[in-house]
């Protein structure tokens, strides 16, 4: 999905609901999500320079003991040429 920051918030979670209820699982490359739409993705991540990707967990849901950390290490990929 493209542009997905400047849908209407109302619209975007009741598309963003039938798509779940229809088993679809949406991407999208958006720096302007806000805390509530990004709940709206199953996961998330966090492009780094350097070809680094981070999982993007938030920190109500970090695991016990790593309380201050809101990123955890997914998978380092070489950076494309």
């Known amino acids: ?25 949406v991407v999208t ?12 993705f199953a996961q998330r991540y966090l492009f780094e320079g350097r070809g680094r990707i981070r999982e993007y967990r938030p920190l109500d849901t970090a695991i016990a003991g ?7 290490e997914a998978t380092q990929l070489a950076p494309a040429c």
């Open 66 to 72: 790593e309380a201050d950390t809101a990123v955890s």
């Open 1 to 25: 999905m493209d542009e997905v920051g400047k849908f209407d918030p109302t619209n975007f979670r009741a598309l963003m609901r039938r798509l779940r209820d229809d088993r679809i699982n």
């Open 29 to 40: 490359a958006s720096p302007e999500l806000g805390p509530t739409e990004q709940a709206m």
